[in-house]
């Protein structure tokens, strides 16, 4: 389970797009070897149509979510197409997982794991983070919660911040435990893994990283958009599905 601290903003100033990666290796470092090809739709028009789909009439949440980084409740999800749904948050870094981290409260399991059942490596793959249950346990829950809205475990996100788009996965949960330096609060949202803090250009260190706001998470629910792979290769295969996430998207809301 995540464990997120209050964490210092760190402001990113780059606005290029990050194209999706092919990557060559498994190693945390990752090489770029090719590009994809471009999409129909670019990430500042695919944003900019999320951002005009955030209304009130389209927010599935009728209790604000707290923001990860700086506890003001002031997050909502909204459906911003149809099996798509969008929140603007923090990105308070994840550490847990197979892959070894300094960070005092570094867990060695996540929620969930990958195609050959390991825990996820935070250094290798860029996963985010959602509240494990509904807070208040009602049906239909006041909050997002994702096992309402056909969402599990490695379903695939776009995630936007400073101009940058990543492919990212859902592999980890936002709940209760022992560890008292953490608010750990199932209505949080706003938390990522040290990968998908680096792809972004975000400080991802488990200590003093992470950036108050900004933040744009876009998941795609239903089974089609769930990735398989190992430790090895989510990365890539995550990344590989950019392109076409952003040509779905930018059609559906009709850009």
């Known amino acids: 389970m995540s464990s997120p601290r209050r964490r210092f903003a760190v402001v990113g100033a780059a606005l290029a797009l990050a194209t999706p990666l092919a990557v060559r290796s498994a190693d945390a470092a990752t090489t770029i070897t090719s590009v994809a090809a471009a999409p129909s739709y670019t990430a500042a028009q695919v944003l900019a149509g999320v951002k005009k789909n955030s209304t009130k009439a389209n927010q599935v949440n009728s209790k604000p979510h707290i923001n990860t980084m700086t506890r003001a409740k002031n997050v909502n999800a909204y459906q911003v197409a149809k099996g798509v749904y969008a929140y603007s948050s923090s990105l308070a870094v994840d550490t847990d997982g197979s892959d070894p981290d300094p960070d005092p409260d570094h867990q060695g399991s996540t929620t969930f794991q990958d195609s050959n059942g390991k825990q996820l490596g935070a250094h290798h793959v860029p996963f985010y983070v959602l509240g494990d249950d509904c807070y208040e346990n009602t049906s239909p829950c006041p909050h997002f919660f994702y096992k ?46 040290v990968k998908a803090a680096s792809l972004l250009g975000i400080n991802s260190s488990g200590t003093d990283g992470g950036v108050d706001n900004g933040v744009t998470v876009v998941i ?26 952003l040509d779905t998207l930018g059609s559906s809301m009709g850009l």
């Open 148 to 193: 309402e809205h056909n969402i599990k475990g490695r379903q695939f996100a776009l995630m936007f911040y400073n101009g940058k788009v990543i492919g990212s996965i859902f592999g980890d949960t936002q709940t209760g435990n022992d560890q008292t330096t953490s608010d750990n609060d199932s209505r949080e949202l706003g938390e990522a893994s």
């Open 220 to 245: 795609f629910s239903g089974s089609d958009w769930v990735v398989n792979g190992s430790n090895s290769n989510l990365n890539a295969n995550a990344q590989a599905l950019v392109s076409k996430a």
